[in-house]
């Protein structure tokens, strides 16, 4: 069992919070994580996609005001909206009688409806927290490769070998595909979608560009733009934003497109072992969509994430800009050797940023330029959490 670093700051919030919303995408581990809350608070597991357990919520606010006592988790609310309201009632009637926090942790694998469904009935009742995959800072330096190379879902990381760690991936992605996808009322055939998630693992932090994945998919440029705001909501892929503040330059607008996990654009790519994959034109983008998924895994929340490219060419991979307005500039290299374009350098004088980091492949830290330290990944996680 690897230590889950949300744990602590899921105690925590149920600590201070009727109800809190844990978000994350299927099989990171949402579920056994919430169970080991459940068992220090002699708490209640219902699986609403389980009818034995939904049956017992025919009439909610009987059934849980009977449960006032313990901790109940309701696994993947969003199939359930309708129960919103009853758990407004009875957090406010307990409240009353001085029942302030601890009651429900509500699990949920799409964010977007899910916050929108629950802040509307549950505003200033509810607390959120995202689960990411396993991260290079749980599963410690010696086993950063591999978590690069198998991705941060448990299952594919801790399988007995990488056949086995490819199967469960493939797996996970034909569930997305033939279940999770219609659920959300995708109509397209599993196999154009397949082709469309290809195309995205081929263009890993490309720029987004829905007309060409229109044309080459054959299907209308909307129904494209539908797929890519679902796979963000069920945390498949993040649009990582341009930084938008006036420099007076000709910024680039696009957002960038990455699959979230490395684990999943392997698969995609059918790229079949590590070797593979150094050889193969994706690594650096992969290596830097990995970086950007474990830095943001620990950064501060409501940490803004964003990159600068101007049209001519002056680029910082990616910048953190904190909520006291202070900025990280952060330059990604997987090599041991780090090498610094002139644009990077014209971007620092753009941004003038508080920090800037290179995270690259080796461990040592050491200054590059006065203003510039070379990092590893593991390193600048932990300054992310303060040290």
Known sequence: MIARRAFSKLNELLGRFPAVVLLGPRQVGKTTLAKQCAAEREGIYLDLESQRDLSKLSDPEDYLSQREDKLVILDEIQRVPELFPSLRGLIDEGRSRGLREGRFL?????SLE???????TLAGRIAYLEMQPLDALE?????????WWRGGFPDSFLAASDVASSEYRDFLIRSYLEREMPLHGVRLA?????NLWTMLAHAQGGLANAAVLSRNL????????????LLENLFFLRRLQPWHRNTGKRMVKSPRLYIRDSGLV??????GSAEALAGHPVVGASWEGFVIENLLACAPPRTEASFYRTASGAEVDLVLTFRDGKSWAVEIKRGLSPVLSAGFFTALDDLKPDKTFVVYGGE???RLKPEVEAISLIDLQRELLGG
């Open 218 to 229: 054959e299907v209308d440029v909307r129904t494209v733009q539908a797929q890519l705001d």
């Open 106 to 110: 509500l699990l949920g694998s799409a």
């Open 139 to 147: 599963v410690g330096r010696e086993a950063l490769p591999k978590l």
């Open 266 to 271: 392997h698969e995609l790519l059918g790229i």
């Open 364 to 366: 040592d830290r050491y």
């Open 190 to 194: 599993a196999g154009k979608l397949r």
């Open 114 to 120: 899910l916050i929108q469904q629950s802040s509307e």
